[in-house]
């Protein structure tokens, strides 16, 4: 499902998921489509939602390891990790012992999700959230104080883990959310998941950085009351919600195949060709997958010497040209007429110096051949001709 940001602007916006089921009734099969109660109620998606059938891949992560600290009674990891709660953010709350109001009391949950062969690894991430079941709040609403996911990047142990021996974090690719729900609450704003945006955190999984877990807690420690309640991956009730990861990646696409044209043309190109233009002036038409291409000996070394810089001369006597000067019939005489291949200056020049010289470049020699130049009109200009020394370049200066 895409709210209308993600919609409009992919890798932006909102995405969930709906779950699929057929179903068997009267008149045949039927598909049911139960969208996520959850994303639909999430204040942060924006309307109208799309549900488009997915092509690219999700992954969802294991139960993770997790427990949570505070900084007076609850200090230690170990004892904690078998609770069916974890808790983040200031104040009290059912087990705080103490004054439920007390803003000096933090708390920090921490969850490492075993991505051991994540498929996701190297690849682009799409979108990625952490999914806890959020049951308790200290308010109800939007906007109620801002919790925090950040990445862990130190290693750490559950049974290690106290108030002072706690993992490093970074605040790159952090996620927050400010929303509050819980039981307690009424209409939309009952216990579902909340989902926290963590696509900079899995995109540096997904780069090579380790693994080492997230750290929840409130964005802003002490101060004011702002805390949370979610379940724990060992919470086993009968309706059991533990932290989900759910990220969704692109498989790479395959390169498309290469082919390399040679062309061979007698006119001069005005346009870059398109492929099928291209390969109907190819020189080379590629073999079947199952052709070999077979060259003898002495072909494979003339190959060789040009390639290493060596020049192969070809006699005369190879030589074919038909009347057009481009190919022949067969006999080796050349019997094509010179061709003028270049004028100087071009045809329908302006702004010509009188002074100009003008040349006429020719296919091939042409000896001693006579040429008249004539002005607009029609009289012969006086001049002088001289050939270089090819004999294919005719020089015109006007006297």
């Known amino acids: 499902m895409l709210d209308a940001t993600a919609a ?79 808790l983040v953010g200031n104040g009290g709350n059912a087990i705080s012992n103490g004054d439920t109001n007390d803003p000096s009391t933090v708390w920090r949950s921490y969850l490492r999700f075993d991505l051991t062969g994540a ?23 939007d906007a109620k104080g801002d919790i925090v996911v950040r990445r862990i990047t130190s290693n750490w142990s559950v049974n290690s883990l106290s108030w002072s021996n706690q993992p490093t974090v970074t605040t790159s690719g952090q996620g927050t959310k400010g929303s509050a729900v819980g039981d307690h609450c009424s209409g939309d704003l009952t216990s579902r998941d909340v989902y926290y945006t963590i696509e900079g955190i899995v995109r540096d999984w997904a780069s090579g950085q ?40 692109e498989e790479p696409r395959p390169e498309p195949p290469m082919e390399e044209v040679v062309m061979l043309t007698g006119t001069e190109l005005t346009h870059l060709p398109e492929y099928e233009e291209a390969a109907a002036m190819s020189m080379y038409q590629p073999l079947g997958l199952d052709e070999d291409i077979t060259i003898t000996k002495e072909v494979a070394a003339r190959i060789a010497g040009q390639r290493d810089g060596q020049e192969y001369q ?25 061709r003028v291949i270049a004028v100087e200056p071009e045809s329908g020049a302006v702004d010509v110096p009188l002074d100009a010289s003008v040349k006429i470049t020719f296919s091939e020699p042409i000896g001693e051949a006579q040429a008249i130049i004539k002005d607009a009109a029609g009289t012969q200009a006086a001049g002088t001709l001289v050939y270089d020394s090819t004999e294919t370049v005719l020089t015109f200066d006007p006297e």
């Open 314 to 338: 070809i006699g005369t006597d190879k030589l074919d040209f038909d009347e057009t000067g481009i190919g022949g019939t067969g006999d080796g005489e050349d019997t094509g007429a010179p």
């Open 210 to 249: 380790p693994n080492y877990g997230l750290q929840v807690g409130a964005l802003y420690e002490g101060g004011v009351i702002n805390w949370r309640e979610f379940r724990s991956a060992n919470y086993t009730d009968f309706d059991g919600h533990p932290p989900h990861l759910f990220v969704k990646y």
């Open 119 to 141: 498929p996701f690894m190297g690849k682009p991430i799409l979108n990625a959230d952490l999914r806890p079941w959020n049951y308790r709040s200290h308010a109800c609403g």
């Open 8 to 86: 409009e602007a992919p890798g932006s916006g909102r995405i969930g998921t709906a779950k699929t089921a057929v179903k068997q009734k009267k008149d045949g099969s039927a598909l049911v489509l139960s969208p996520d109660a959850g994303f639909l109620a999430d204040p942060q998606v924006t309307y109208p939602v799309t549900l488009v059938a997915d092509g690219t891949d999700w992954y969802g992560a294991g139960y993770p390891d997790d427990t949570f600290i505070n900084n007076k009674t609850w200090g230690t990891g170990g004892p904690n990790q078998s609770m069916y709660k974890l």
